[in-house]
């Protein structure tokens, strides 16, 4: 049975994150665990998207329905994380 993962990388950042994320940085949601660093505000924003990938949610505004991006809140120093659905067999 295939088990969904799904990977939240920085794609772009400006300015200084608070939690120090660069371009290419990973957090892995996988099995109940987080994997990777993750600056609190940035990950309560984009848990609601990250549960519904995870759970098949399907917005048909994306072009490829496995991958959305996201904004960090703080607009002083803007990050864009892409949220990744993958599947995987154990």
Not at 27 to 51: D, H, R, T
Request: charged share 25%; hydrophobic share 40%.
């Amino acid at each position: 049975m295939p088990y969904k993962r799904i990977v939240v990388e920085v794609i772009s950042q400006e300015g200084n994150c608070a939690a120090g994320l660069k371009v290419g940085d990973k957090i892995i949601f996988e099995n109940g665990e987080v994997k990777g660093k993750f600056c609190i505000s940035a990950m309560y924003s984009v848990l609601p998207k990250i549960y519904a990938m995870k759970y098949e949610a399907n917005f048909p505004w994306l072009k490829d329905k496995n991958k959305a991006t996201h904004a960090c809140p703080d607009a002083e120093n803007p990050l864009v994380l892409q949220v990744t659905r993958e599947e995987f067999y154990e």
